[in-house]
């Protein structure tokens, strides 16, 4: 394998190549162990998400309690979240490379999930705003200490698949979110407001919050005792020496074409995925005359069943192209996705029929969002050991923000600004759809090039 140089780059890392330190996580024993730590992962990226997705059922209430508009109701679920979860992934990349995991993602559960008890109390945009960043912060700890974590405890002929499985919590989360959320908030509707103590006087979204929320720290308790930190996949000689935020970009800008189309190109597909995901449900209510929770149940039964074959479809593909030499199999499955997402959206709203507008509804829930796994996997591969806690944070900071703050955004504001009503909800979709995915598809195939000279044996 040959790797590129670069004057920033340590003398060891011309001798030592990527995939060996990837490799070495095929030493770590036995195969039980390493599963449960991916499915327990799963189950605490099913946690954060639910606490993302609820806000998208809660469109209606919050609206008319805060008064406020689609473009700001955006801002909750993207811009308030993302700023701080993208801009804080960077110090905790580098905490990630020098301290143990399994401690920083206990930290995260707790402080997230104490945020987002915390949204239940606000009273005004503001305040939510401020908790939804709160949320933002402790979900940032929790993709790039599993990213190096799971690095170290799978081959690379096993590393899409493992990734994938953590990528089931946002499809497992979303869905339940949206499946059981509708009918809570339906139910909480229904019986008012509720004194609850300390709390005072709450409104039924105040309470959704609350009670999704504080659960999570049982599993930040939990994280302590389920994850041993495994052996890190370099030599103990190079700890500081990769350890550093200097080697670390040198070897990113020798290779920028690659990390160019892995942090842009699927940042703009994560644009449509990310705001497909939030505002679908309201497309729903408006377009079709759903109710809450019927809107909760069509979209979230998509999510859980055709999400969950999504994300294991494209962390087996991946893998399978990877056995087969394919070594840009990560970036191909990514485009199949990608343009996957530009039909759907498309079709979402522009179909002429209603039934084949839901039907596209349907099968976005196979696309969206379900190729964390296989990228997260092809990052890993590119990515020296001692480097890939900075680098998921730096893919973290600059895909996630682009897909959070302004997808979400780009859907609302061209709602609000473009077409000038509500009910262009779906024109607003089918354009987003058109654009962005498409554009990080080109961006990620003009990163396959360069994988393949970077891991040529």
Not at 245 to 268: D, E, K, S, V
């Amino acid at each position: 394998m040959t790797v590129s140089t670069d004057a920033a780059i340590p003398a060891e890392a011309d001798i030592i190549s990527v995939a060996a330190d990837i490799q070495t996580g095929a030493r770590n024993p036995g195969l039980f162990y390493p599963w449960l730590v991916v499915a327990f992962l799963m189950l605490v990226y099913t946690s954060s998400f639910i606490d993302r997705t609820i806000l998208s059922l809660l469109v209606q209430p919050i609206r008319a309690d805060l008064h406020l508009s689609d473009s700001e109701y955006s801002y909750l679920g993207g811009l308030a979240f993302v700023v701080l979860y993208s801009l804080s992934s960077v110090p905790l990349g580098s905490l990630v490379d020098r301290s143990s995991r399994r401690a920083i993602i206990a930290v995260g559960i707790a402080a997230w999930s104490i945020m987002t008890a915390g949204c239940g109390i606000a009273t005004s945009f503001w305040r939510l705003f401020a908790f939804r960043v709160g949320v933002g912060i402790g979900e940032a700890t929790l993709s790039p200490a599993t990213y190096s974590l799971v690095g170290d405890l799978f081959p690379r002929e096993k590393l899409g698949r493992a990734l994938s499985l953590f990528g089931l919590g946002s499809q497992i989360g979303a869905g339940l979110a949206l499946l059981v959320g509708g009918s809570v908030i339906a139910a909480m509707v229904a019986v008012g407001p509720i004194d609850l103590p300390v709390v005072g006087m709450t409104k039924p979204w105040q309470v959704v919050f609350l009670a999704i929320g504080l659960p999570g720290l049982i599993l930040a308790a939990l994280s302590m005792v389920i994850i041993r930190e495994p052996r890190r996949g370099r030599a103990p000689s190079l700890v500081e020496d990769k350890a550093g935020w200097g080697p670390t970009l040198g070897y990113m800008w020798t290779n920028w074409r690659i990390y160019t189309a892995l942090f842009i190109g699927m940042g703009f597909i994560a644009m449509f995925g990310y705001g497909s995901n939030f505002w679908y449900p309201a497309f729903l209510q408006r377009i079709h005359g759903f109710t809450i929770p019927e809107a909760g149940r069509f979209w979230g039964l998509s999510q859980l069943i055709l999400g969950i074959l999504g994300a294991l479809t494209s962390g087996t593909m991946a893998d399978r192209l990877i056995s087969r030499g394919r070594l840009d199999g990560h970036f191909r499955v990514c485009i199949f996705f990608g343009i996957g997402n530009a039909v759907c959206g498309i079709g979402t709203g522009l179909a002429p029929w209603p039934w084949l507008s839901l039907v596209f509804v349907a099968a976005t829930g196979f696309v969206s969002n379900t190729i964390i796994g296989a990228i997260a996997a092809g990052i890993q591969m590119v990515t020296p050991a001692r480097m890939r806690g900075k680098v998921s944070a730096l893919y973290i900071m600059s895909a996630a923000f682009i897909g959070l703050a302004f997808g979400p955004s780009a859907i609302a504001n061209a709602t609000d600004h473009i077409f000038g009503y509500d009910n262009a909800i779906g024109y607003s979709i089918a354009l987003v759809a058109a654009v962005f995915p498409l554009l990080g598809c080109l961006l990620l195939n003009m990163g396959r090039k360069p994988v393949l000279a970077l891991l040529a044996p």
